[in-house]
């Protein structure tokens, strides 16, 4: 007993410690390489010493705020791309307050995501010799004129003074930017080049490979309130001159098409993507198919677009979960208590459904929530449309990040949460009553997620190429290393083999991926998952693992959605908790799992969709943590507030694999 354990821990460590049976990194030969496929570079750099062909697991940030976001400025945050990207890679950086912070754990790689809306505005009213410095729309966003509202309503009005619009309807100001808006557009590109030369100033193109940044801005649509951003991520130093703000194309398709022309077609090397992050707030416009009353070959046309330029969601960050939801119009199956998790709108009654159709208000915590707001139904959504044109356009992969609009990438430990938003949350009293409308329970924000990739090596190619392939996964802040991978004839013992990683890739596909034609006599096909916890270190806490689930989603007659979830591995009652006055964790759990699962229901002819997902034992949440800092007498009220969990199970989840019907 004690021998298979220990084959089968040494070979989970083989995922994620790279090749076995001798393999020398950056030599395909020498064991089952990924398809084979020789990393090449779109820019000068030096090779990657730890280069492996089975790949290394990446922890990074692609969507965090400076002080030249305009919303984050109103908050007092001042920290600039240089200081992100020295926060990520764990140097001391200020923060609102008089603070001074730093993250216990090193990113590798990070993307400044600052609002690409307002760039030019923010930079006009708060450079003194800006022409319109002294203007009286300046004056008040630079809060230098009395605003008796509360935090978020002074940061509505004080954005408001420089835009012709408001939050939901915005326009550029004449007085501001002059008739031709040309001064804040000027002022927008110089912020742009700014942000790219601190990109390039902090990218190791080392041997080392230390730190990978990457050039990037926040598409920020907010129509009628409703959230549908989106995170522009480049490869590499080539990029538009221009951002793609959604003041001036608040259109969707017009940045995906603006994308196209002036960098995938620009015959310079550019290469973008799109991440859509907060689905969970675009009461149902995030993924909502506009082209059905266009000609049939424009419709195949626009899908193949998107899908071409949005491989990726952001499935977690600081507002909340956007995995699923229970309840929702017609999702058949068996309810997944696990949806409960993060959810941004819990309150009762709770929102109405839009069913088939969409709504307004999700960033005030209005109007109603649909399916799609969520990635698990998303996703099948696109396998119904795939099955229609033959085109998926809601094909993404697994990420996740904070959305913080402080400066502090990657910041997500719940024991030293130092909030997201400057000055409005500085202190644990501040974080643990703030809410940005009666919708939400207070201290609904947490601390965010992290995007894991799998790698050839830390650089800009190999970690785009991973992204672009979808070879991907979120987490809720936590560090497990989970993979995923899908085939007819993966070997039921593989688990137990010390040439797991290379077995897997020759007989299966990763996360990401299409399961291949299924050869003849195969009943249904095998996935193999495994996870290695969190390791811990810098004085953070590691907790074991508790289980794994494969989740299952399928379309269904009549507009339905199916869904289904098996636990694989571990043991959802395997007794673990933790004690909410200490914090304590107790009961046992696992360093490893493993298994090689068969779906018992496969449907040679219904399209579906598997991801895993991956469960720590149960921990404090951030609130608990800091609620427990006061005495019993001095904590906030929300520290009794029923619908602040007390304790969570931080997880992560895995990029999908699709099942097509030949």
């Keep these: 007993m004690k021998l298979k354990r220990l084959a089968r821990a040494l070979a989970l460590a083989a995922l994620a410690a790279g090749p076995a049976d001798g393999a020398k990194?950056?030599?395909?030969?020498?064991?089952?390489?990924?398809?084979?496929?020789?990393l090449k570079y779109r820019e000068q750099r030096e090779a990657c010493a730890d280069r492996n062909p089975l790949r290394n697991a990446y922890f990074g940030e692609l969507h965090v705020h400076t002080g030249f976001s305009t919303d984050a400025y109103t908050f007092e945050t001042r920290t600039t791309p240089d200081d992100a990207y020295a926060f990520a890679k764990g140097e001391p950086i200020p923060f609102a307050g008089g603070r001074r912070v730093s993250l216990e754990r090193p990113l590798d790689f990070t993307a400044v995501t600052d609002h690409a809306s307002f760039l030019g505005e923010g930079r006009l009213c708060t450079s003194e010799d800006s022409p319109v410095y002294d203007s009286e729309p300046c004056v008040y966003f630079r809060g230098e004129q009395s605003d008796e509202s509360g935090p978020l309503g002074g940061m509505g009005r004080r954005l408001a003074a420089i835009t012709g619009g408001g939050v939901g309807t915005p326009a550029r100001s004449a007085a501001l930017c002059g008739e031709d808006f040309e001064r804040c557009l000027a002022a927008m590109d110089s912020v742009w080049k700014e942000n790219q030369a601190a990109a390039e100033r902090h990218y190791d193109r080392t041997a080392e490979c230390r730190f990978t940044s990457f050039n990037g801005y926040e598409y920020t649509a907010t129509p009628d309130y409703a959230k549908v951003h989106r995170n522009v991520i480049f490869r590499g130093e080539a990029v538009p001159e221009r951002v793609v703000a959604w003041v001036d194309e608040p259109n969707v398709w017009e940045l995906w098409r603006r994308l196209r022309s002036d960098c995938l077609d620009a015959g310079n090397g550019c290469d973008a993507l799109t991440i859509p992050h907060n689905s969970n707030m675009s009461n149902g416009q995030?993924?909502?198919?506009?082209?059905?009353?266009?000609p049939r070959d424009r419709q195949v046309a626009m899908a193949e677009l998107r899908a071409r330029l949005e491989p990726l969601i952001e499935i977690m960050q600081t507002k909340g979960d956007s995995e699923c939801r229970n309840g929702m119009w017609k999702v058949l199956g068996d309810p997944d208590p696990l949806c409960d998790f993060e959810k941004w709108r819990l309150l009762e009654p709770a929102p109405e459904d839009c069913e088939k159709g969409t709504g307004r208000g999700g960033v005030i915590g209005e109007g109603c929530q649909s399916r799609v707001d969520f990635a698990r139904y998303a996703l099948v959504e696109g396998l119904r449309e795939a099955g229609r044109i033959g085109v998926n356009p809601i094909k993404f992969g697994m990420t996740a990040s904070t959305d913080v609009h402080n400066g502090n990438s990657g910041d997500t430990e719940e024991a030293s949460f130092d909030g997201l938003l400057g000055i409005s949350d500085a202190t644990p009293g501040q974080r643990l009553m703030r809410g940005t409308s009666t919708a939400l329970p207070p201290a609904a924000f947490n601390p965010g997620g992290l995007v894991g990739v799998w790698a050839e090596e830390n650089s800009r190619d190999a970690l785009f190429d991973a992204m672009k392939r979808r070879e991907t996964f979120g987490t809720s802040g936590t560090r497990i290393l989970p993979r995923l991978f899908g085939g007819w004839t993966l070997d039921p013992a593989l688990c137990a083999d010390p040439a797991l990683l290379q077995k897997a890739y020759a007989q299966g596909v990763p996360m990401g991926s299409d399961l291949s034609a299924p050869p003849e006599g195969a009943a249904a096909p095998r996935f193999l998952v495994s996870a290695l916890r969190d390791p811990g270190g810098a004085g953070i806490r590691s907790l074991p693992l508790q289980r794994i689930q494969i989740v299952k989603a399928w379309p269904g007659e009549d507009d339905a959605i199916h869904q289904a979830v098996f636990d694989v591995a571990g043991n959802p009652d395997n007794g673990a908790g933790v004690d909410p006055e200490t914090c304590e964790p107790q009961g046992a759990g696992d360093d490893t799992l493993c298994a090689v699962w068969t779906d018992p229901d496969f449907d040679p002819d219904s399209h579906a969709v598997y991801y895993a997902r991956v469960l720590e034992n149960?921990?404090?949440?951030?609130?608990?943590?800091?609620?427990?800092?006061?005495?019993?007498?001095?904590?906030?009220?929300?520290?009794?507030?029923?619908?602040?969990?007390?304790?969570?199970?931080?997880?992560?989840?895995?990029?999908?694999i699709w099942f097509v019907p030949r």
């Design 286 to 294: 995030m993924f909502a198919l506009d082209y059905f009353g266009e």
């Design 25 to 38: 990194a950056g030599d395909p030969e020498g064991s089952a390489a990924p398809h084979a496929v020789e």
């Design 618 to 656: 149960p921990s404090c949440r951030w609130s608990t943590l800091q609620c427990n800092q006061f005495s019993e007498e001095d904590r906030p009220e929300s520290c009794a507030h029923p619908q602040v969990s007390r304790a969570i199970q931080e997880r992560a989840w895995t990029s999908p």
